[in-house]
């Protein structure tokens, strides 16, 4: 079995005296793609944040290969290499493209050329102020910026909502190349759920904050059951 690159372990966290997550526990392997499903308000976003550690764990633990990450600051956990892709897009508008990359970037593999191969459209507005973008592209910029700090593992929050389907396809072939092709481990929260589970290849539904049910993205696609039940979806057939 693959290393664990970002486990959860028995968590619990939340706001205050508010718990949100309880018990959950989940394993991402390296090269590892996970969906994170479960309808408004169920504490998908709030995961993310306990990962990155901007909401504190009051029970279990949060691991990064291996090391207890529980109690370490935000910012050393990106430096570590958990990669934060916010749901607000997250550029810097007096900037181009091309600085908003530099500025972002750290050294590895991921650099202007291979995140441009992976973005051609923002290499051809290179040039562009961050705020001459469209939502998409800014959408696109967010997650380039985030690749050029050569994370570990990027957690990307709702990267298509409020996008037109065009940019989406260009967005979910992006990030299919990134994680089939260029084996770059990913955790995605999506409401919709179709798409997450195609681009994915393990999934979790979070009900009430905590794990309601878990299997292979490929599994949950066919289990129209479990769709319907967690997320009130009804697929159509095929
Ligand atoms: N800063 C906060 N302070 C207190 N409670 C919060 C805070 N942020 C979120 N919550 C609460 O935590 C719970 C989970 O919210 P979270 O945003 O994690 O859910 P979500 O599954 O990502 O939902 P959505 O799909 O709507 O983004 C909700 O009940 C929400 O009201």
Known sequence: MAEALLEFRD???GYGEAVVLDNVSFSLPEGGSMAVLGRNGVGKTTLFLTAMGFVRVSRGSV???GQDISKVPSYKRARLGVGWVPQERDIFPSLTVEENLIVA????RWELNSVYGLFPRLK???ANMGNQLSGG???????ARTLMTNPGVLLLDEPFEGLAP??????TDAVRTMSEREGMALMLVEQHAEVALRLTKDAIIIERGSIAHSATSAELLEDRDTLERYL??????G
């Open 124 to 126: 051809e507005r290179r």
């Open 11 to 13: 968590v619990r966290s």
């Open 137 to 143: 592209e800014q959408q696109m910029l967010t997650i």
């Open 232 to 237: 009130g979806l009804k697929l159509g057939a």
């Open 166 to 171: 065009i940019i989406v396809e260009e967005l």
């Open 63 to 65: 691991f990064y290969k």
């Open 105 to 108: 970037a750290r050294p590895g």
